[in-house]
């Protein structure tokens, strides 16, 4: 009887261990879906609502600075902010040369973006099965098994065998690039669904992140909580269900745990702030002759300077400092409490950054008489406010797997998705500021990071984010 329960103990033991290739994560964002929408009755968003039931949802999830696609889902990946992962914009920053204007390149691949590792990267180093489907950052990723990156020409970086199979199988058009790009919003993220899908049903990956990008699209175009989001929300849990239903028929649905989060909040603009018109007027931005530029993102702009002499950022301060719609002008001296690289270490983070006020949004203009836009053909809602904008606050529930069902989160943190995935994957992410999520977990987070070179593999513009073409 004594050999019989020490058997038994052993093979206890070794259960988790044999059962490690049967765990699935599954992360999924809802571009753009403010945590204050799950609150809202009148979003249509049934099956959201159901998993957050089943499993946890956060009062809110404060995002990182800039709240931006890119930089967003990169801290997402990976548990730290911009000022460790160097992603700043939706693309690599490119400086062409004196006098040109800096250009936001998104046509780059994740070596060349990201300076830290990636959840998927650690999960494929231990041996696990990795997939991602529209992932901003991950064009030509090594340790992504398939993939159809977030990038301008994505049919054509799309992983072969994927882009075979979902060609045959009628999910994804046998056409030219240009018929892919020009899909409607709706068109495209049904696409990429049916592509996760596919994913789920036919490779059952152990990690699987999903971008989909519908609900950012019509917010900015028609501001959140309207008519039109209300129904680009309806769409977003849809897809959910499809998701859900891919699972069960994949017989994974106990095996696997959720995660549906977002990259950033939403809030309504009145008034387009155009920083380098201001620029111009001041003789600072002339054809040439750029000795400041702003680039703007929504809710922030960063300014760069070619020659950043301590004389000339003053004068610029000043020259936005209390101007109508500028919350803030933001020195160096105050990027790390905000989550942003120095300039000395990041050749691609500005000397400057500049927050808009509430009902203001930053716009790219270069030239004209007045600095500011208005009228109906500008977009009715943005973002890249400063995260301490409650606005910004997004999404986050989980449920399913190793997920306490009704454990009670606050506002966390955006760095704590990624090491809380990599726990139940029985793995730990090097250099990870945030911390697991153990009060929502069933399961004991690991206490031994696998040994990952963080730098090994990326190009020198990762270390910098700024690269210089001819």
Known sequence: MSRLLIALFLCALAAPALAADDRHVVIITLDGFPAYTLRDPRAPIPTLRKLAHEGVAAEGMRVSNPSVTWPNHTTLATGVPPAQHHVLFNGLLVDRGSGKLLHVDPNHDQSQLIAVPTIWDVAHKAGLTTAAVNWPCSRNSSTLDDNMPDVPNQFAYITPALKSELISSQILPDAKHCEFACMSPPEQDQLWTSAACYLIRHRKPNLLMIHMLVTDTIQH?????????????????????????????????????LFITADHGFSRFKKIVQPNVILQQEGL????????????????????????SPGLIDQVASLFKGREGIADVIRPDRFAELGLPSPDTCPGMGRLVLAARTSYSFGP???????????????????????????????????????RKGAKLGIIDNTSVAPTAAALLGQQLPGSTGAALREILDVQPPHAPIALPVAQSLTPQAAGTLQTTN
């Open 285 to 308: 931005l002339r054809h040439g002759d750029v000795k400041v530029q702003a680039v703007t993102d929504g809710g922030v702009a960063i300014l760069y300077f070619s020659d950043p």
């Open 221 to 257: 175009q028609y501001g959140p909580q309207t008519a039109a989001a209300y129904t680009a929300l309806a769409l977003a849990d849809y897809q959910l269900r499809d998701v859900l239903a891919a699972l069960d028929d994949a017989g994974i649905r106990d095996t696997t745990t």
């Open 365 to 403: 203009g270069m030239t004209g008489k007045d600095c500011f836009a208005m009228g109906p053909f500008i977009r009715m809602g943005s973002h890249g406010y400063l995260s301490s904008n409650p606005e910004m606050n997004a999404l986050f529930v989980a449920c399913g797997r190793g997920i």
